[in-house]
C-alpha cells in the first residue's frame, strides 16, 4: 500500500503542470515515508542516494533535482563567464555539485558540507558517479576565521537545515568539527568561478572569510540564500551582506521562479533566494 501511495504522490508532482500543493505533498512524504532509502537517478544523469524521510532528499526524488531555477541560472552563468570552477559551500548530498561536474563539464568543484553524517553521504554519490577527480569534499564548515564548531540540528527531517555554533556555546558533549576560511582552504584556483552559498545564516562568515577571493574577482557570481532570522543568530542583517559584496564589485539580483528581479526592501521579506554577478568593465 505505501508503494502505491508514493507511486501517486509521483505521478502528480512529476506530471501534473499545476504547482498548488506540490510541496506540501513533498512535505507529507517525508513523515509517510520515513525510513525509505532510495538509489534514484537525477533528471540531469545522476545517480544519488537517497533518504525519502529527508526534506532535500524528497525533492530530488519527487521533482527529479532540488532547486531546478538555482541550477538553470548556474548554467547560464556558467555560459557566459566560461566558468571552469564551483565552490559549493553547504553541499549537502551533493546535488549542486554533482550537476556541475556531471551537466556543466566543470572539472574543478570544492564541496563542504560540515554535518559528518550528511558529509558522509556526500562522499557516497560522488563515488557512485566516478566524479572523484571533479568533485573534492570537505568535511569542513567555512567560517570568517578557524576554530571548532558543533552543528545544531532543529528538524531530524531536514538536515539541511542544520546551522553551526562556536564549541564554546554548545552545553553539550556534541562533536566537535573545525572551521576554516574559504581562502585558507583552496590553493589553486581557476580563471572563473562560481560560489553558491547555503548555510543557515553564517552567509556572512563564509564571505568575510573568502576576502582573497573575492578581491581576486575570479568569483564571477555568487548564489546565496538570505534569511533574516537566520542571519539574527550571528548578528548579522541582509544590508551586511549586500554591502559587502557591493565593495567587492557586485551587483545583487532577486531570484523569483525563472526570472531575476530588482531588490525592493518593501516587497522582499522573509527568504531571499539571490545571485550577485561581478559588474563587467
Not at 529527508?54 to 556558467?78: A, P, T
Not at 545583487?252 to 526592501?265: A, P, T
Amino acid at each position: 500500500m505505501e508503494r502505491f501511495i508514493e507511486g501517486l504522490f509521483k505521478f502528480y508532482i512529476t506530471y501534473s503542470p499545476l504547482e498548488k500543493g506540490k510541496s506540501r505533498l513533498i512535505n507529507l512524504a517525508t513523515h509517510l515515508f520515513s525510513g525509505r532509502k532510495k538509489k534514484y537517478l537525477t533528471s540531469f544523469g545522476a545517480y544519488m542516494s537517497l533518504d525519502l524521510s529527508q526534506y532535500v532528499d524528497s525533492n530530488i526524488y519527487f521533482r527529479g533535482q532540488y532547486e531546478k531555477n538555482i541550477l538553470l541560472f548556474i548554467k547560464q552563468l556558467k555560459e557566459k563567464f566560461d566558468v571552469d570552477y564551483f565552490i559549493d559551500a553547504g553541499a549537502n548530498i551533493g546535488q549542486h555539485s554533482l550537476y556541475c561536474a556531471k551537466e556543466l563539464n566543470i572539472t574543478l568543484v570544492y564541496s563542504f558540507e560540515a554535518n559528518p553524517y550528511v558529509y558522509n553521504r556526500l562522499v557516497e554519490n560522488i563515488k557512485d558517479n566516478e566524479l572523484d577527480k571533479y568533485v573534492h569534499p570537505y568535511n569542513l564548515a567555512l567560517s570568517d576565521d578557524d576554530g571548532e564548531i558543533v552543528i545544531v540540528v532543529p528538524d531530524d527531517r531536514n538536515l539541511g537545515g542544520a546551522y553551526i555554533q562556536p564549541a564554546t556555546h554548545s552545553k553539550n558533549s556534541k562533536k566537535s568539527i573545525k572551521a576554516v576560511k574559504l581562502d585558507d582552504s583552496i590553493n589553486e584556483i581557476g580563471k572563473s568561478g562560481i560560489l553558491k552559498i547555503d548555510v543557515e545564516g553564517a552567509e556572512a562568515l563564509v564571505l568575510k572569510g573568502a576576502n582573497r577571493l573575492l578581491e581576486s574577482g575570479t568569483i564571477k557570481a555568487i548564489f546565496i540564500e538570505i534569511c533574516d532570522k537566520y542571519l539574527s543568530r550571528f548578528g548579522y542583517e541582509r544590508n551586511d551582506i549586500f554591502n559587502l559584496l557591493e565593495s567587492h564589485g557586485y551587483y545583487g539580483k532577486v531570484i523569483i521562479g525563472s526570472r531575476l528581479e530588482e531588490y525592493n526592501s518593501h516587497k522582499s521579506a522573509g527568504l531571499l533566494e539571490m545571485v550577485f554577478i561581478m559588474k563587467q568593465d
